[in-house]
């Protein structure tokens, strides 16, 4: 049975035929000013090939130093991961031949990795608890990018493809779990939750931007499954480069269903990687998942073994900060909220952008109303995550201190934010291009409500009578003829001091 003809079983079913199996291999791209074996620089979106070298290309007699700022890196992530660092690792060439691999051959770590034998332990939606086992952490170097033209932007069906060796050598911490069984009908979720966990993590260590989109933390989620109460684990496919928090759940997902249904109709797992698409939660066969074996793995002559000092290591050990739950707990006690409404601002990622926009001047109310509601609204319909907007903690804050001082009505501040999200500059200059500064001037409002009192004589009658919540309909008139510019409570006292 071919996977093009495969149709999807339901979920609840594949959880009563079998039991599945993840491993998750996380890819952080470290914040180095420079690559891990050269000088060339490591900034995002500088035009292609301009940062590259004969060490990063693989030229001939060229020959690469280890980056001591990502070792240092990549110590601390195992540290925060309760890994043990090894005294002496080695670097090895892994070889295999792809385009943007210029090398034909990726300076890695295999059977000595910097750190191993740690663990994560992850809250789920309901406040349960899961540990995720980490077999390794290890060193590497990024690879080039490949840039299909025509077609639906990948290989197949494209005229042509550029290569951009920019990112080739931009160097790269792999964690890698153990196989996590016994999560069921869960096992999304808990690949979701692990992934956010180390996101966060990493974000605290300061060891990487973890910008998802722009492929700085990047997933590959194996999954297999096997029969229920089965011990042998079954064919895994390996879903290559998902890169958003919401997709590793939907990856593993349709892998579980598309996987069943072929195990169902007496068909058999390809070992294989798999790309995963964002427009449709699918996947589709990449290329035949090769082995350790095929790599050819041996020890790279140009690098010595890494050995950092134990005083070194226990020395970064006192740089590790206040961990992303620790401080969580904390907060969750100085704002005085519930279990539960701190589990809802971890769930929806919101919990680290309050705490960014209180400690930029302000309040935790107005910024936990605004992370959670309005902005929560933009990036759903926005389909990013919430973290992944275009808007700082900074700027929101500077909005909320423009309501406070009274500059701008909620809805106007709503405006503003929305400005910002489609790029059109900082708070104060969406403010000033689409003229939304409250108006503050009495005669300009005194002359709309005389108007709005006019062409509603019938209301204005009712406020004279004593009927003060009938100036909400002027107020409201108001509003519209401002363009919600005015300051709705001044508006109510102009018309009721009208009426008197």
């Known amino acids: 049975m071919t996977a093009a003809a495969v149709e999807l079983i339901d979920y609840d079913q594949v959880i009563e035929k079998f039991d599945p199996v993840m491993g998750l291999e996380v890819h952080v791209e470290l914040g180095t000013a420079t690559k891990m074996f050269c000088g060339c620089p490591t900034t995002f979106g500088a035009d ?36 043990s660092i ?55 170097e990024d690879t080039g990018k490949s840039l299909h033209i025509g077609g639906s932007g990948r290989i197949h069906g494209a005229s042509h493809s550029l290569l951009d060796y920019n990112r080739a050598g931009v ?47 990047r997933c590959d989620a194996n999954v297999s499954l096997k029969p229920t109460g089965a011990a042998e684990f079954g064919t895994r ?19 579980m269903r598309r996987q069943a249904a072929i195990l169902l109709a007496g068909g058999e797992i390809v070992q294989e990687t798999r790309h995963y698409h964002e427009t449709d939660g699918t996947t589709s066969a990449g290329r035949r998942k090769e082995t350790a074996e095929d790599y050819r793995y041996f020890p ?4 010595p073994p890494v050995q950092p000092a134990a005083e070194w290591i226990e020395q970064l050990g006192t740089t ?13 006690e100085e704002w005085g909220v519930s279990d539960e409404v701190m589990r809802d601002l971890v769930n929806v990622g919101a919990v680290d952008l309050i705490i960014a926009t209180v400690d930029a001047g302000a309040g935790a109310e107005a910024a ?21 907007l275009t808007i700082t ?60 009192l006019a062409a509603n004589p019938d209301i204005a009658e009712k406020i004279r009578g004593g009927k003060v919540a009938a100036a909400g309909k002027i107020v409201g008139d108001v509003m519209k003829a401002t363009r919600g510019q005015a300051d709705p409570a001044r508006v109510k006292e102009l018309v009721i001091a009208a009426c008197s």
């Open 237 to 255: 496919t390996e879903t290559k480069n998902v890169n958003s928090l919401k997709s590793v759940e939907v990856a593993i997902t349709y892998e």
């Open 320 to 332: 590790l900060p206040e961990l992303p739950w620790v401080r969580r707990a904390r907060i969750q």
């Open 86 to 140: 090894r005294p002496s690792s080695v670097f090895a060439r892994k070889n295999y031949f792809y385009p943007d691999q210029p090398k034909n051959y990726q300076i890695s770590q295999y059977d000595e990795p910097i750190a191993f034998d740690g663990h994560l332990d992850v809250v789920l939606t309901d406040g349960t608890e899961w540990r995720v086992e980490i077999e390794r952490a290890h060193m590497e």
């Open 48 to 83: 292609p090939n301009t940062q590259v070298c004969p060490v990063c290309i693989g030229l001939p007699g060229s020959l690469p130093v280890a980056n001591e700022k990502a070792i240092e890196s990549a110590i601390r992530i195992g540290l925060a991961l309760n890994c």
């Open 368 to 388: 936990r109303g605004w992370w959670v509601s309005f902005l929560a609204q933009q990036a759903n319909s926005r389909e990013v995550e919430l973290a992944d």
């Open 393 to 452: 903690p900074a700027q929101v804050a500077s909005i909320i201190g423009l309501v406070d001082e009274g500059k701008l009505t909620t809805k106007l501040a709503q405006q503003v934010a929305v400005g910002v999200l489609d790029g059109e500059g900082e708070p104060e200059q969406v403010v000033a291009d689409r003229g939304l500064e409250v108006v503050r001037d009495d005669s300009a409002l005194q002359k709309a409500v005389d108007e709005a």
């Open 171 to 217: 160097p790269l911490v792999e964690i890698v779990t153990r196989p996590i069984v016994g999560a069921g009908a869960r096992a999304p979720e808990v690949a979701r939750a692990y992934v956010t966990a180390l996101r966060d993590l990493l974000k605290a260590l300061d060891v990487s931007d973890v910008r998802m989109d722009q492929g700085s933390l």
């Open 300 to 303: 790279e002559p140009d690098l």
